[in-house]
């Protein structure tokens, strides 16, 4: 084969892998800059399962927290989204400090706690409820958000009953919403490294 035709072939293979990456990156941040996306985000990597007996929201040391690795893990899932295009973000938390410390690590501009996006693990009759009170937050924040992603960060239990899907810490979940904030339809988005 003539090695001028071969560094072509390869020179269009390296051009169209990189432009899917770069189509890929820009239909997250246009589809989280649209009124009816959302991205649910499970805490990162906080070992162990629900929290220490007697634990507070009031106390972090009485919770189950972020280890080292779910640190990094999140800081690192925040530099990976602004590469994806999403320069804007309204980002709110669970009230549980591994959610918080989760959300204040993606490093957007700001962060708040919504009720709503607490974990019912250890109630899981509130399940239905929660839900609809997300849903009702996630309707409500699509009409006011602007061009700016709504990024929500909560715990397993949350997303499994909001999507139908089991997620590892730091996973998310790339939502479509109907006008009621129910889903319509999801992709999962494995926590980048």
Partial sequence: MNPLIHIQKLTLCAMWLLASVWAQAGDLAQKLQSADHVL????????????????????????????AEGRQQATTIGQWLRKQGIGQAEVYS????????????????DWRVEPSLASFFDDMRQAPASTRALQG???????TKGHKALILVTHHVNIFEFAGENIA??????????AQ???????LIPRPH
């Avoid at 649910?40 to 399962?49: D, E, I, N, Q, Y």
């Avoid at 937050?137 to 009409?143: D, R, S």
């Avoid at 998310?172 to 919403?177: E, G, I, Y």
Wanted: hydrophobic share 35%.
């Fill in 40 to 67: 649910l985000m499970r805490h990162t990597l906080a070992p162990g399962v629900g929290d220490p007996d007697n634990y507070t929201l009031a106390d972090c040391k009485t919770q189950r927290n972020l280890s």
């Fill in 94 to 109: 669970s009230p549980w400090c591994r959610c918080k410390d989760t959300a204040a690590l993606l490093k957007f501009t």
């Fill in 137 to 143: 937050f996630i309707a409500e924040k699509t009409k």
């Fill in 169 to 178: 810490s730091g996973d998310m979940v790339l939502a479509k919403v109907n």
């Fill in 181 to 187: 904030g129910q889903m319509v339809s999801y992709q």
